[in-house]
């Protein structure tokens, strides 16, 4: 009797396996977690990231049970736009994904940044010490980290250096000098005599030298490099280094030497109305190493790239662009998922390999130390070989600036750059109509100023 036990205990363990077997019987297996995501990297069909995610998917997302599924690609705009639709649930907007793309200002213009998920509840201080500490600070919102960053960009200098071999033939002028703002602007005024010169039956029809995507970020960040405030609470400080950022730079603007038209600093090189620009580091997609002249010929140019410019007695500054991803508080699962892939995509060898495809900047010290060398010997385009060049430049010798999270930041800049635009073009004018008098060029510089602040604090 004493042996039948165990037989019996068998044979009943076998009874519940079928069992149990057969209450699934036709029931699928729980299927893996999925995770919805926005982005703004390429297209919908033709995207770095989605191709990295399909490789994820079949990897680490095939043995863990994760599938991120991305459901809109677009710009930085229409996902700003879409999120707070989401987030204000105005009628007709998609649902929250799990994962998406933002700038600081979004989560700023959200009703409740609440209902995102605390990067340092999933990782840990070792695993947060391993970003570039300014590229995370950005993404810290009433003191939780909401915005993890993936991929940076900051602001670098694109030269023709075709067209600047031939001015620095004829006048001597050397690149190096383009380091400062200050160079800049010498040259800016020597670009315009000398292209002026050259049609001397045709007065004031010399060429603009130099242009940049953001006045209001050239100004930004050279008064806070001169170690003063730019800001002011909800407004601008208008300071003493405010007023040494302005007078070179106006003294070039109304001689002709700086673009003040609207637009992006890519069209004026691409057409060959200036050879030198200041412009988003992502935005090397857009240069082109042909200029097509307003006659429509074309020519072949050596398109070179250096870091931004800093004034000769300020800090090496230079901003910081782009965006990072934010994670929707669901369940522990799919939160789980979104951050093991965040994770995924930052390592710093897979990291170099995203974005080297997208033209931005990785987001760990050992991207830049130990990966980003070797990947810039295997890429074959020289415009990008010559931006990461001046991204190492960067980040070994200049500080990351962040934008302060000011709720009005977007009416300020808008403001400023389309009324200092307009001021100097005004000024422009009134020299010319003045014969480019020298003392009427001083007088213009303070008039322009008061005229611009004045308006500006209306």
């Not at 060429?207 to 405030?229: C, R, W």
């Amino acid at each position: 009797m004493k042996q039948r036990k165990p037989i019996l205990a068998i044979l009943t363990a076998l009874a519940l396996l079928v069992t149990c077997g057969g209450c699934t019987a036709g029931r699928p297996a729980k299927g893996p977690v999925t995770v919805t995501l926005w982005h703004v990297y390429g297209g919908q069909t033709d995207s770095p990231l989605n191709d990295l995610i399909d490789q994820f998917n079949q990897t680490v997302g095939a043995e863990e049970g994760i599938r991120i599924q991305v459901t809109s690609v677009s710009n930085t705009n229409t996902i700003h736009e879409a999120v707070l639709a989401s987030a204000n649930s105005q009628p007709g907007a998609s649902e929250l994904p799990d994962l998406f793309i933002s700038y600081p200002k979004t989560v700023l213009a959200m009703p409740d940044s609440g209902v995102l998920v605390d990067y340092r509840d999933y990782f840990s201080q070792e695993e947060l010490a391993e970003f570039i500490p300014s590229f995370l600070d950005e993404g810290v919102i009433d003191g939780r980290q909401v915005i993890l960053p993936v991929a940076k960009s900051t602001e670098i200098m694109f030269i023709n250096k075709t067209a600047y071999d031939a001015f620095s033939a004829a006048t001597g002028v050397q690149l190096s000098e383009l380091s400062t703002w200050e160079g800049i602007f010498r040259q800016a005024k020597e670009y315009y005599d000398w292209t002026d010169a050259q049609t001397p039956d045709v007065p004031h029809d010399g060429k603009i030298f130099f242009v940049h995507d953001y006045h209001f970020n050239y100004f930004q960040v050279g008064v806070e490099s001169l170690g003063e405030a730019f800001f002011d609470g909800d407004a601008l400080a208008f300071g003493p280094q405010f007023t040494a950022a302005w007078e070179p730079y106006a003294e070039a603007a109304l001689s002709g030497g700086i673009w003040l038209q609207g637009g992006y600093a890519t069209e004026p090189l691409r057409t060959g109305d200036s050879i030198v620009s200041v412009a988003s580091s992502a935005s090397v997609l857009y240069y082109s190493n042909v200029v097509t002249y307003g006659d429509n010929t074309s020519e072949e140019v050596e398109l070179i790239a250096m870091p931004c410019p800093v004034f000769e007695n300020g800090e090496k500054l230079v901003i910081q662009r782009g965006g990072g991803f934010c994670t929707v508080k669901s369940t522990p699962e799919r939160e789980q998922a979104a951050v093991t892939f965040l994770k995924w995509l930052t390592d710093p060898q897979r990291n170099v390999e995203f974005v080297t495809k997208v033209g931005y900047m990785p987001v760990k010290q050992e991207s830049f130390d130990v990966y980003l060398p070797t990947a810039i010997e295997a890429l074959d385009d020289p415009k990008y070989v010559e931006l990461y060049k001046a991204f190492l430049e960067t980040q070994e010798n200049y500080t990351f600036y962040t934008m302060p999270q000011v709720d009005t930041y977007l009416d300020l800049e808008t403001r400023f750059e389309k009324g200092i635009r307009l001021q100097l073009t005004s000024g422009r004018k009134e020299y010319l109509d003045n014969g480019e008098d020298p003392a009427v060029l001083d007088q213009l510089i303070q008039d322009c100023y008061q005229n611009f602040k004045n308006t500006y604090q209306k």
